[in-house]
């Protein structure tokens, strides 16, 4: 008898049942490239688009603002350096919270070395950063503001929908200014509409929501540009170069169905 307890679905999920077998046809008979044109591979890419419409409905978002790749750290990294590279001329300044995971924090390390300036906001008793300590740091060159939605060591839920409204207002203002948010925590243990909370680009990993790991999306804002990271394909709206997983992102789209079917039950 097995009387291990496992207590750590923050780090990482098991696979959950339905979502394995809706993996496994995609190891054998199910094997086409979706980027083919043959029978084999329009049938993968029906099965991609189906995932990725599956996705827009935990997000509140649209197909083409879906971005499939490996995980939460390449969404991260996508996300950070990408709009850095779309947006540095008008401005290079990056605000952060010191609470973030290292997959944020590398990637602004990263930026600084190019010349970028960071601002690492910080937290305080309640695990939250201060709007007004945001407000201070922002500077004519500040391009954009990356702050997780939930924090992954103790589950502090960050004012991303205040944070949102300030960066919306900013914009309609005539700024080139964008908010980032890590939501890999969040997304399929909370309510999170990207549209309704002002986020211009949302990362989410499939084994924190009882998909596989090596699996997750980029949420990114139809009217936001980005630049690729990973060339060599003109894969996923030439935002993210590479053969799509197609076992791992019809397993994505499984597994948000069930986390929609728990939301729903909280409420």
Known sequence: MNSRIYLDNAATTAVAPEVLEAMLPYFSGEFGNASSLHSFGQQARVAVERARRSVTLLLGAQTTEITFVSGGTEANNLALRGLAASYEKHGRH??????????????????????????????????????????????????????????????????LAEIGALVQDLRAAGRHIYLHSDGVQAVGKIPVSVHEMGIDALSLSGHKIHAPKGVGALFLRK?????????????????????????????????????????????
Request: glycine share 8%; net charge negative.
């Open 94 to 159: 990056v605000i952060t919270s010191a609470f973030e995971h290292p997959a944020v924090l590398g990637p602004c390390a990263a930026l600084e070395q190019q010349g970028f300036r960071v601002t690492r906001l910080p937290v305080y008793d309640e695990g939250r950063i201060r709007l007004e300590d945001l407000r201070a740091a922002l500077t004519d060159e500040t391009i954009l503001i990356s702050i997780m939605l939930a924090n992954n060591e103790v589950g502090t839920i960050q004012p």
């Open 223 to 267: 009217d936001v540009r980005l630049t690729a990271q990973q060339l060599g394909g003109h894969h996923e709206r030439d935002r993210r170069a590479g053969t799509e997983k197609v076992n791992g992102i019809v397993d994505l789209g499984r597994a948000d169905p069930l986390d929609r079917q728990n939301l729903a039950a909280q409420e």
